[in-house]
């Protein structure tokens, strides 16, 4: 066994302000993971909005393609893919509540606590609900965007294929 000794610092103890130290740190960690979660949110709704952009050009493309040409279907098709991947961004980059760093001055005033260490500790639960939150947030703007995804990708495979099996039919 390793000795420590007396004359090391080990920093805090149970005796000496070690769960504040502790509520302080999960507050910090906490920020930080706030921050983090809102970098990650911007970059979805990037994402999406990128997706609106395909999915604009797509749309004119498509429409072209349905109204002025033999391939009606598969324009019609495509028309249907590309408005559900516009409407899963749209959707994804919908406003949502989002949980920020820094609790609202009325949640830490109208808090309980009467020790410097039950507010820290407060405030941490606090923050420790709003990641919870985000992450339940960011699960969901993922999924739309991911479906959105796979919408556009797999509908211009569809398209062609109910093209090919119309022109195998009337070939017949």
Request: glycine share 6%; charged share 10%.
């Amino acid at each position: 066994m390793i000795q420590i000794p007396k004359t090391t610092k080990c920093g805090k103890t149970p005796q000496s302000g070690l769960r504040l130290w502790k509520a302080a740190q999960a507050i910090r960690l906490a920020e930080l993971r706030l921050a983090a979660q809102a970098s990650v949110l911007m970059g979805a709704q990037t994402r999406a909005t990128s997706m609106i952009g395909w999915v604009v050009a797509a749309l004119a493309a498509s429409a072209a393609l349905a109204f002025n040409t033999p391939y009606h279907i598969a324009g019609a098709i495509l028309l249907v893919g590309e408005s559900i991947t516009g409407i899963l961004a749209v959707v994804a980059i919908y406003p949502c509540k989002w949980s920020e760093t820094g609790a609202r001055p009325e949640v830490f005033m109208d808090s309980p606590a009467q020790t410097e260490l039950a507010c820290q500790e407060s405030l941490a639960l606090y923050y420790q609900n709003a990641i919870q939150r985000n992450i339940e947030r960011l699960n969901i703007i993922s999924i739309l965007i991911s479906a959105g995804w796979i919408m556009f990708l797999a509908t211009p495979i569809l398209a062609c294929l109910f093209q090919m099996v119309i022109f195998m039919q009337k070939a017949s």
